[in-house]
Each structure stands twice: as C-alpha cells, then as structure tokens.
C-alpha cells in the first residue's frame, strides 16, 4: 500500500515565496560570477601532456613505429629486423617497440643501438603474479631494473603488463586492485631509484572497453604518461574505426598523449587488398585524433606449427603487397600533422 506524504504545516502560499526568493538568489549568484574564458592553445602548444616523466610527446607529428619480428632473435637480429623494416617503408622509424619477459634485463643492446641511432624507445615489459609483487618479493629485482634504467640517459617509455584485462591473463593479474597495487608499487621504486626518464604507459586491449573489462585497471591520471590501446580486427572483419573508437571516448577525459601500441591485419591471400584497407583506415584515424601521438604496428608471423599450439598469423608487410603501400601513405601522411584541435 503506498504510503501518503504529510502535509507540512505552512501553506502552498509559504512554498511558492520560499521557492521564488531562492530562485531570485540563485540568478544573481550566476550573474556575478566570472564569466566563462575560453582558453585557445597557443600555436605549437601541446594540448596533452604527462607527468613529467619519459619523452615528451611530438606537437608537429605523429610518431611512425614498429615491434619487427627479427628472422634471428639475437641482439644483431633485432637490429637487423628494424632496418630491414625502415628499407621496406621507406623511412626511419620513430618509435621501436621491445618485448621483455619480466626477468629479462633491460635495456639490451639493441635497445640501446635503438636510443643511440636516435629512435625513441618503447619496452614492453611483461608482468608476473601481481599479489607476489606487492608483497614486496620482486623489489630488489625492480630496483636494479630501475637503475639499469636510469643509467641509459635517455627517455624511454616503458608499456608494464600491456593487454591486463585479456582473459587468459587472469591466473597472474588476478583483479583490477591487484594490478594497480603491483603497477604503484613498481612506478614508486622507479621513482625513489631516480629513473624518471621511464614514462609509463597503460596498455589495455581496445575491445576491452565496450563492455567496461578494461576501464578498472585504470591507475589513474597521476600514474600515467601515455594511454594506449592494442587495436586488432574482429573476427568479422571490424575496421580500426570501429575497434578504436570506445577507447578514444573514455581517453578524451584523460589529458594523457596516447600510443597505440600494437595494431595490424592479417595478409589474406583471397582478398589481398583488405589489409592496405584495414590500415588506411588507422591513418585516417590517427589523423583526426589530437590525442593520438604514436602509432605502432606489430610486424610478425606466427606459423601453423608453431609449439605453443597458439592460432596462427601473419601481419607481415611484405613487398608488392598493399599492405605495405597503405603503410607507406601512413608514415608520409602522419609525419607532419600539428594539432588542429580536438
């Protein structure tokens, strides 16, 4: 049965003055505030930024770069790997990605050979089980990593336990609390080591952010350099647009540069110009993003027999491929793109 409000004891009268008097003040509180100020960005300005840390992002361009699977995985091959890369587009890379398991110490040689020839560097750096790190078991190995860090001299971006909210990682990320525990605590060590020249970048998987899997593993804008996103087509064939475009809605009330770090299509021998689609279609993406400042294509196969019994693929770029000419008109036509405002 529902229930009846009581009647107050003043009349409707009473109300109707009260109500009047408060909207009265209300309008002259608005009137004398300040007036909005609408703040233009100063050309050559950049209207994202960081914390500070790692390289800061580029205001004329967007940075152009590749994780090249090297045909020998040895530090001569990963050197190797990237210039054979830059012949086949064209131009030199400004941006290199690096994978590193979580034991592994970095940076390499070759990473170093990426600084010192004038590249920026991206070190994806793998994770472990997150509740081990944050009870503190990992911290000398963390420290001496960040030290190894901030003896390089040079601004690198470091891309920790990219693709979190990927179901199989589950076993060793365990909740979104967990990571951004583990996250905190190896970002404080960095700082207390001195190695702010590591800016740090979270790296979700795009399709994570529809359903909101993604969204609670966000540290936060203080713990964060650059957003990032791994963008891949569906099964069906979805476009970059289409993928990318919930992760920029959620980024646009994070004032943070952002990378996508890994994306690419398959090659299909039966439709050999959807991969050159699929790629024009991510320039044209960046192109219209003030928020977007590097873009960084995973260039690799993996076979049909391959041990870990993983699906096969192939984004390889190969000659003569359209593939490879859509990634040409990417590198030229993002080479030299000022804001132009969000």
Request: hydrophobic share 40%; aromatic share 12%.
């Amino acid at each position: 049965m529902a229930r009846h409000r009581a009647r107050r004891p003043f009349g409707r009268a009473l109300w109707w003055l009260l109500v009047f008097g408060v909207g009265i003040s209300l309008w002259f509180a608005w009137r004398a505030a300040d007036p909005p100020v609408d703040v233009a960005v100063p050309p050559g300005a950049n209207p994202v930024s960081t914390t500070g840390r790692g390289p800061e992002p580029p205001t004329d361009q967007v940075w152009v770069g590749a994780w090249i699977t090297p045909a020998v995985f040895s530090q001569a091959g990963r050197v190797a790997a990237v210039e054979d890369f830059e012949r086949r587009i064209g131009r030199r890379l400004d941006l290199v990605n690096s994978f590193h398991d979580w034991d592994d110490a970095f940076p390499t040689p070759a990473d170093i050979a990426v600084v010192e020839q004038g590249r920026e560097l991206m070190v994806s750096w793998s994770g472990t089980d997150t509740r081990v790190i944050s009870s503190g078991a990992y911290d000398q190995q963390i420290r001496e990593q960040a030290r190894a860090v901030r003896n390089l001299g040079a601004p690198i971006l470091i891309r920790w336990r990219w693709e979190m909210d990927r179901p199989n990682l589950q076993a060793s990320v365990w909740s979104p609390e967990d990571y951004i525990a583990a996250w905190t605590r190896i970002r404080g060590i960095f700082t207390e080591e001195g190695a702010t020249n590591a800016g740090w970048v979270w790296c979700p998987l795009a399709n994570g952010f529809p359903d909101g899997r993604a969204q609670p593993y966000y540290p936060g804008d203080d713990q964060v350099d650059w957003l990032c996103a791994d963008v891949y087509p569906n099964e069906d064939g979805s476009s970059f647009a289409e993928e990318v475009v919930p992760f920029l809605e959620w980024a646009a009330d994070h004032p943070r540069p952002i990378v996508i770090g890994e994306f690419g299509d398959e090659y299909d021998p039966e439709d050999p110009s959807f991969q050159g689609q699929w790629i024009d279609g991510a320039t044209e993406v960046a192109k219209t993003s003030t928020q977007i400042r590097a873009m960084v294509y995973f260039e690799g196969r993996r076979g049909a027999d391959n041990a870990a019994g993983k699906r096969p693929f192939d984004y390889t770029l190969a000659e003569g491929t359209a593939g490879l000419d859509a990634f040409r008109r990417l590198a030229s036509e993002l080479a030299d793109r000022p804001f132009s405002g969000r």
